[in-house]
């Protein structure tokens, strides 16, 4: 049972437990790098994770064989990764003193989820 519930699944909950994994991370831990330094790796790791996110999401809906979405998984995977980063910043503010919301992290989620979505397209062509 729990098999076919999750067929195709299981990497991106994987995927998705590394994300929060690391958006809880404690801030201190990213002490001794330059914030000028650390911006650009930031937000290129944002693109990744998040672009990353959507593009498992989206191989795993097309692979099931059931059709119960009643949303196309086209726009789905990409909404539940923009909502996953958006949820993610939202939790940083109100419950880790030493993280804060970060607009432009937001939009390097959104960025790094269309672009998971542009791949999922040319790869599925």
């Known amino acids: ?16 437990i590394i994300i929060v994994s690391l958006s809880v991370m404690p801030g201190e831990s990213l002490d001794g790098y330059s914030w000028s330094d650390m911006w650009n790796i ?24 059931d059709k ?24 940083q503010y109100q419950f880790f003193a030493d993280r804060h919301f970060d607009v432009l992290d937001l939009i390097a989620n959104i960025i790094g989820s269309l672009v998971g979505l542009i791949i999922f397209k040319i790869l599925k062509k």
């Open 1 to 16: 049972m729990i098999k076919g519930v999750f067929n195709g699944y299981i990497p991106s909950i994987f995927w998705t």
């Open 42 to 65: 930031d937000k290129l790791g944002h693109l990744i994770f998040y672009g990353t996110h959507t593009f498992l999401l989206l191989y795993a809906m097309n692979r099931r064989s």
């Open 68 to 91: 119960l979405l009643i949303l196309n998984y086209r726009y789905l995977a990409p909404f539940l990764s923009i909502l996953l980063g958006l949820c993610m910043e939202l939790i």
